[in-house]
């Protein structure tokens, strides 16, 4: 790859030699490309380029190196607000998604663009698929910073091909074997209301939406709703072809819940299926505290982290890699926007 002053004296070589010709830099000469770790890191040469501008003659090469590296960092292209992230993403992924049957708070920005969450800020968020629980998932995540915390507030990411042979083979085939169990309880003061969730307020689109999607759902008291669903554990990567650990089995049980005095507050007074969130093996059975343990140490040795910086972008394959986020302080606000819905039912 030639540096910007080799291409400088090559134009001057040209002048001197003729008449002025049309000039036109390589597009592969307009970055730096930062390989060999988790993410690869773009970035811009000299100021001015535009990320917009770079992305159509480098398509191949973005989708060879996220599926490659799980996922890609643009720093330097100032990406700094909502209208030029929406703009970026919508070039990167122009088959942008909403957010269904999700589980945290977020404020939608504009269309299919919302804020990565609205959890309290000195809680830590652990590492997930987004949607792995769904159906229906996202192929490609794209985070975008705007404001940088004063302290912390990363979003580390892991790459589940690596943790999925982390994983010790007898609860890895157990899982396997079963698949594992999600079970949800609406409202109750504690959750997302339903109505939220599935972004409706009629209970017949709800019950027909769990019906396409293998959902068992039960009315309670009070317009309450629980909902249980067996998925997968492990998935094969459509394109690579690889098997990712692609599942919210220690994300969303018990043993993990923050803040500590809460889970032991749910302890208490509720049964295990009555909890806002808990996860089982397939047939039901509970899933060992210290078997949820073991798979988030597999997720912790995989971590990776980067400091957020104004103007940061990411591409992340959403089945490569699982992304968290880290406690903050101070003002932060992360944009994110997801696309390239995929379902294993219609492949």
């Known amino acids: 790859m030639r540096t910007l002053p080799d291409l400088k004296a090559?134009?001057?070589?040209k002048r001197k030699a003729g008449p002025p010709e049309a000039t036109r830099i390589s597009s592969a000469d307009m970055v730096d490309v930062e390989t060999g770790g988790l993410p690869t890191i773009v970035r811009p040469r000299t100021a001015g380029i535009r990320l917009e501008d770079w992305i159509p003659d480098n398509r191949a090469f973005l989708e060879r190196e996220v599926l490659r590296a799980g996922a890609v960092l643009f720093r330097g292209f100032e990406i700094d607000a909502v209208p030029r992230f929406e703009h970026v993403v919508q070039i990167l992924c122009p088959k942008l998604m909403s957010y269904t049957e999700g589980a945290t708070p977020?404020?939608?920005?504009?269309?299919?663009?919302?804020?990565?969450?609205?959890?309290?800020?000195?809680?830590?968020i652990a590492l997930h698929n987004e949607l792995s629980y769904t159906m229906l998932w996202p192929m490609r995540i794209f985070f975008g910073c705007t404001i940088a915390a004063e302290w912390r507030g990363e979003t580390p990411i892991a790459d589940v091909r690596k943790v999925h042979q982390?994983?010790?083979?007898?609860?890895?085939?157990?899982?396997?074997?079963e698949g594992w169990m999600l079970i949800r309880n609406y409202g109750d003061g504690f959750s997302l209301p339903w109505q939220k969730v599935f972004h409706t307020e009629d209970r017949a689109e709800v019950e027909a939406y769990c019906a396409r999607n293998h959902i068992a759902f039960e009315?309670?008291?009070?317009?309450?709703?629980?909902?249980?669903?067996?998925?997968?554990?492990?998935?094969?990567?459509p394109v690579t072809g690889e098997t990712?650990?692609?599942?919210?089995?220690?994300?969303?049980?018990?043993?993990?819940?923050?803040?500590r005095d809460l889970r032991d507050e749910f302890l208490r007074q509720m049964a295990a299926d009555e909890m806002p969130y808990n996860t089982f093996y397939g047939d039901g059975a509970p899933i060992e505290p210290g078997v949820a343990e073991v798979l988030r140490a597999a997720y912790d040795a995989e971590t990776r982290s980067f400091p957020w910086q104004v103007g940061d972008l990411i591409m992340i394959d959403n089945m490569l890699v699982a992304h968290g986020r880290s406690p903050y302080r101070g003002a932060r606000r992360i944009l994110t926007a997801m696309g390239d819905a995929y379902s294993p039912a219609t492949h």
């Open 219 to 237: 009315w309670k008291g009070g317009d309450r709703l629980r909902t249980r669903q067996v998925r997968p554990a492990s998935r094969i990567h």
């Open 106 to 124: 977020r404020k939608t920005l504009k269309d299919k663009v919302y804020t990565s969450t609205e959890f309290p800020p000195e809680y830590s």
């Open 10 to 13: 090559s134009l001057a070589a």
């Open 166 to 177: 982390r994983i010790p083979a007898e609860i890895r085939e157990r899982f396997e074997r």
């Open 244 to 259: 990712v650990w692609f599942n919210h089995a220690a994300f969303w049980h018990i043993s993990g819940l923050e803040p």
